[in-house]
């Protein structure tokens, strides 16, 4: 690759809020999106909350001249909503779908039946192998009584742990997506601080768009404007993300964002902003081995940010078990009701009775059962995670009380491919 080697990606990411049936004026903004993507001609164009894969078709088939290369991303009952679009060839793509997601008898957040994801695609771009992550993560809904917050922080690192064993093959690693997670919340700084990625609205020189960089603005007409009380700026929760490994430099030129309203015609394109930024990636020469001494501070943080993550899933695991034991109690007390109706309608007398009882008690039990499986299945996801970082906690901690002249050697594997030095 020539020394004097330099790229430019425009990048586009939204929250498109295409929820068929519920979402509004969502055929008009679909049709507005797809004009406006034409007009930009952005290198990458990544969406999530296209829920309708009817929506993706259409969208394929207007950008199909600027965009010739597509891929919807299908998981879970209606879908993740993930997809992207890229003037340039795919060489090839894959996903990962979040072993927890919310609770299925939560109906009214639907969450659990979207399926949430993270979507990888590999580009080649002169000689440049580029990983490009999506992902669309668990929804907050309450701020105050967060009941998502340890699903959301397990899907932040198992997210990390999928970029960080996937990309170390890359030279540039992009991650976009509604993370769902303010900028100091565990989740995103457990990413950012395990993945080495760099947020393009801190480092970027040249931002224009809205206040303190938010992605849902109060003036927004399709925001619940309840939701953004506390807030009056509005709250930043979509993200570009980004970093370059050992040879390359990756920096942010140019990031905007909307501002409550379409660019052209006024009127938005989603409840949530866009965000559009300009990435300039170069070779540089190789760069002289790093003190021992090189991000102490940054370990430092790491392992806080790490115990912070475990302490949040050992209580979520501690949750989970908990109505295991009570679904446990209650298929218990369940079976001892329909063998007692059994023996009711066995002995006559009030055998009517013990019939019209019969429904609900098999109900109770049925209902019971699915709590007991789902939240097994909860205790079991989230112990996993646990475990992962116990272990990186444990490897972490290790090198510290090794000193400094240990720490490179013994953190290697952990931080192998990061390329946090050359940021």
């Not at 060839?89 to 993270?118: R, S």
């Not at 908990?322 to 007390?333: D, M, R, S």
């Amino acid at each position: 690759m020539k020394p004097t080697f330099s790229l430019r990606l425009r990048i586009f990411n939204l929250n498109c809020w295409a929820i068929p049936y519920l979402s509004k004026h969502r055929g008009d903004r679909m049709k507005r999106l797809g004009d406006f993507l034409n007009m930009e001609s952005f290198d990458l164009a990544l969406l999530e909350e296209v829920w309708s894969e009817q929506d993706f078709q259409y969208l394929r088939q207007k950008l199909l001249p600027t965009y010739p290369a597509a891929h919807y991303f299908s998981s879970g009952v209606i879908g993740s909503g993930l997809c992207v679009f890229s003037k340039h060839p795919i060489q090839e793509f894959t996903q990962h779908v979040y072993t927890l997601n919310g609770y299925p008898y939560m109906i009214h957040h639907g969450d659990w039946f979207c399926g949430k994801a993270v979507g990888l695609l590999v580009l080649h771009l002169s000689g440049l192998v580029l990983n490009v992550y999506v992902t669309h993560l668990h929804a907050e809904y309450n701020r105050q009584k967060d009941i998502y917050l340890t699903h959301r922080v397990a899907q932040a690192w198992e997210l990390a742990q999928f970029i960080h064993h996937t990309s170390k093959k890359a030279d540039v690693v992009l991650l976009c997506g509604d993370l769902n997670l303010h900028p100091k919340d565990l989740g995103c700084r457990l990413l950012k601080e395990w993945t080495g990625l760099h947020d393009a609205y801190l480092e970027t020189q040249d931002f224009k768009g809205s206040e303190e960089g938010c992605t849902m603005l109060p003036e927004n007409c399709y925001v619940n404007q309840r939701e953004l009380e506390p807030f009056p700026f509005g709250i930043r929760i979509d993200y570009v993300l980004y970093k370059a490994v050992s040879g390359f430099y990756i920096s942010c030129k140019t990031l905007r964002t909307t501002t409550g309203r379409d660019p052209h015609s006024g009127t938005p394109l989603s409840d949530h902003e866009a965000l559009m930024a300009t990435l300039c990636v170069r070779h540089i020469p190789p760069q002289p081995t790093p003190s021992p001494t090189h991000g102490l501070a940054e370990r430092s943080r790491l392992v806080s940010i790490l115990k912070e993550a475990w302490i949040e899933l050992d209580l979520g695991v501690a949750q989970a078990r908990w109505w295991t034991t009570f679904a446990g109690y209650v298929i218990g007390l369940g079976l001892l009701l329909l063998a007692l109706l059994c023996a009711l309608a066995a002995g006559g007398g009030v055998r009517e009775v013990a019939i019209l009882l019969w429904t609900p008690s098999v109900g109770l039990l049925l209902g019971a059962g699915a709590v007991y499986i789902f939240h097994m299945q909860e205790a079991k996801g989230l112990s996993g995670a646990r475990a992962e970082l116990q272990h990186v906690l444990g490897r972490a901690r290790e090198a510290q009380d090794l000193g400094p002249e240990s720490q490179p050697a013994l953190l290697l594997g952990q931080q192998e491919g990061d390329g946090t030095e050359e940021q």
